[in-house]
T-cell receptor, first 113, second 109 residues
Framework: DAGVIQSPRHEVTEMGQEVTLRCKPI?????LFWYRQTMMRGLELLIY????????DSGMPEDRFSAKMPNASFSTLKIQPSEPRDSAVYFC???????????FGQGTRLTVV | GEDVEQSLFLSVREGDSSVINCTYT??????LYWYKQEPGAGLQLLTY?????DMKQDQRLTVLLNKKDKHLSLRIADTQTGDSAIYFC?????????FGSGTRLSIRP
């Protein structure tokens, strides 16, 4: 398996535009996590799914953020409308089950200007 | 909610030992992980310890856990330039893993 695959690697967009980040987890992993990393706040858990169902979205900053997992091999994180303070590196991770190692993608570096 | 605290920076001389400390609040954590993040990359699992252990050694790495004080540490013996990275403490609670802010380890010649 190629590991967790995220796209795009880099995204630069203008304030107010919609941004969609994509993630393909490792095949067979039941859990998928979205994290955001900034210098100020470190690595924050935004939302996670179990078997494609959102379990905890308490970390999603506000209604401008939404995440979906239409099937076991694909998830999206959408920001609409985007703001400069959303600039960060967004990581997707997947794991086999509870209390097991999480495997991370390479991240998407988002810059909102 | 859960909270994980780490120092932001640590600088050590090449060949010395590095000790990275972490405190956490969730006493129900069953697995406690250390992840390493190299520049421009995602996080990779370095080592972990079960909550019923107080020490684990893995080559140059030693993990110490004081469950009563909710304190976790990672010791890297004979620190090398390749150890330069950000190290994250990550207690696992139920299904999710909560990360600390990360400690940026830099190596002096």
């Amino acid at each position: 398996d190629a590991g967790v695959i995220q796209s795009p690697r880099h995204e630069v967009t203008e304030m107010g535009q919609e941004v969609t980040l994509r993630c393909k987890p490792i095949s067979g992993h039941d859990y998928l996590f979205w994290y955001r990393q900034t210098m100020m706040r470190g690595l924050e858990l935004l939302i996670y799914f179990n078997n494609n169902v959102p379990i905890d979205d308490s970390g999603m900053p506000e209604d401008r953020f939404s995440a979906k997992m239409p099937n076991a091999s694909f998830s999206t994180l959408k920001i609409q409308p985007s703001e400069p303070r959303d600039s960060a590196v967004y990581f997707c991770a997947s794991s086999l089950g509870t209390n097991t190692e999480a495997f991370f993608g390479q991240g998407t570096r988002l810059t909102v200007v | 909610g859960e909270d994980v605290e780490q120092s932001l920076f640590l600088s050590v001389r090449e060949g010395d030992s590095s000790v990275i400390n972490c405190t956490y609040t969730d006493s129900s954590s069953t697995y406690l992980y250390w992840y390493k993040q190299e520049p421009g990359a995602g996080l990779q699992l370095l080592t972990y310890i079960f909550s019923n252990m107080d020490m684990k050694q893995d080559q140059r790495l030693t993990v110490l856990l004081n469950k009563k004080d909710k304190h976790l540490s990672l010791r890297i013996a004979d620190t090398q330039t390749g150890d330069s990275a950000i190290y994250f403490c990550a207690p696992s609670s139920a299904s999710k893993i909560i990360f600390g802010s990360g400690t940026r380890l830099s190596i002096r010649p």
